[in-house]
Structures are given as C-alpha cells and as structure tokens.
Antibody
Framework: EVQLVESGGGLVQPGRSLRLSCAASGFTFDDYAMHWVRQAPGKGLEWVSGISWNSGSIGYADSVKGRFTISRDNAKNSLYLQMNSLRAEDTALYYC???????????WGQGTMVTVSS | EIVLTQSPATLSLSPGERATLSCRASQSVSSYLAWYQQKPGQAPRLLIYDASNRATGIPARFSGSGSGTDFTLTISSLEPEDFAVYYCQQRSNWQYTFGQGTKLEIK
C-alpha cells in the first residue's frame, strides 16, 4: 500500500524550532519529487516547499524562505522539514505529498499539526 | 508569484445537477494546472492533472479543460459524495500555488 506518514508536530513557542518527518512506503521513493503543503485551521491549502528526487532542485514559498529547510534521505525513504524561527502564522496542519505524473500531488499523508503559541 | 483565483467561492447545487468551477491564473501557466478535492477531516485528493487528465480512479463525471490563464472543472452530474471543497493548483519553476478554493455545497 502506498503510504505517507508525517510526524514531529506539536506545540512550540514563537521563535523556536521544530523538525517534521514524513515516512514513505509502497513506492520507489527516490524516483519522485516530494513536497510539503500546509493548511491553517479553517483555511485553504498553501504550498510550503518541494524537493526533487535527487535533492538537486528545491523550492520554497516566500512565506518560509530563509526559515525552513527541506531535505530527504532516500536510503531511509524519508522527507524532512526543518522549521526555524517559528511564528504564530506557521500554525497549520502540515501534509507531505508525493509528486506524480506532470508533478501533480498524487499521494498525500494525513498531516501533522504544528501549533506556534506562547 | 502566480496567483490563482477561483470562482465562485461557494456553489450551491442539488444532486444530479451539473457543476462548473472556474480557476483563473494571473499569468499563463500553459497546461500545468491540477484540481484537488478535499472533504472535511481528510487530506486532499488529486482529481485532474495537466488541466484535462483524470487521475487514477477518478470517475468520468469529472472533467477539466482550459489552458493559459482560464481553466474549468466540470462535474457532469453531482453525486452526494461530490460535495466538498475544490482547489486548483499550478506549478512554475519550482514555485507552486493553490487557489483559495470553491466550496460545493448541497442546495
């Protein structure tokens, strides 16, 4: 079964850091680009960051550039998001997603919740 | 940044009716447009990629069209399970954006 499972979310104070993980199974992880997408409570979807299969291409949304770092470990079938200098507006459910045909996001995890609050 | 504007924000229809959802891009995205469906408490689900191609397992009542800046998602005859929020998404040089969503609700 193709599956993505996020972990690492939680309650964190403003200015602190958190690292999210996404464990992939059921497909050849190192064949595909991967992404992080977030959704603030009651709001729409916001793309956060993406990374190519070999980490050669990386992109970030302007809202997180310079604070978040995406990475992957193909040997461990895992995707990561290092989040530094967290702000209240980073509070959201964070999904990892696999990029499939024509780079559309064809597989999604169930998300991990990040709450930034003092 | 390419901005995607979806309309209407809310669409109220009855089962069996035809739904037409619109997505307009602030500049051309060629055919690099996808549509997703999201139900409450669930992750989004890919419906359409490359503007008009149905994803695996998506019923034929869902269709997409358009290119450049104007795109449409059509649901030919609404089933009860189709009432949800729909998002369009574009990709351009490792920058991706979603539209704000259209909520399809039961009339």
């Amino acid at each position: 079964e193709v599956q993505l499972v996020e972990s690492g979310g939680g309650l964190v104070q403003p200015g602190r850091s958190l690292r999210l993980s996404c464990a992939a199974s059921g497909f050849t992880f190192d064949d595909y680009a991967m992404h992080w997408v977030r959704q603030a409570p009651g709001k729409g979807l916001e793309w956060v960051s993406g990374i190519s299969w070999n980490s050669g291409s990386i992109g970030y949304a302007d809202s997180v550039k310079g604070r978040f770092t995406i990475s992957r470990d193909n040997a461990k079938n895992s995707l990561y998001l290092q989040m530094n200098s967290l702000r209240a507006e980073d509070t959201a459910l964070y999904y990892c997603a696999k990029a499939g045909v024509e780079d559309a996001f064809d597989i999604w995890g169930q998300g991990t919740m990040v709450t930034v609050s003092s | 940044e390419i901005v995607l504007t979806q309309s209407p924000a809310t669409l109220s229809l009855s089962p069996g009716e035809r739904a037409t959802l619109s997505c307009r891009a602030s500049q051309s995205v060629s055919s690099y447009l996808a549509w997703y469906q999201q139900k409450p408490g669930q992750a989004p689900r890919l419906l359409i990629y490359d503007a008009s191609n149905r994803a695996t397992g998506i019923p034929a009542r869902f269709s997409g069209s358009g290119s450049g800046t104007d795109f449409t998602l059509t649901i030919s005859s609404l089933e009860p399970e189709d009432f949800a929020v729909y998002y369009c998404q574009q990709r351009s040089n490792w920058q991706y954006t979603f539209g704000q969503g259209t909520k399809l609700e039961i009339k």
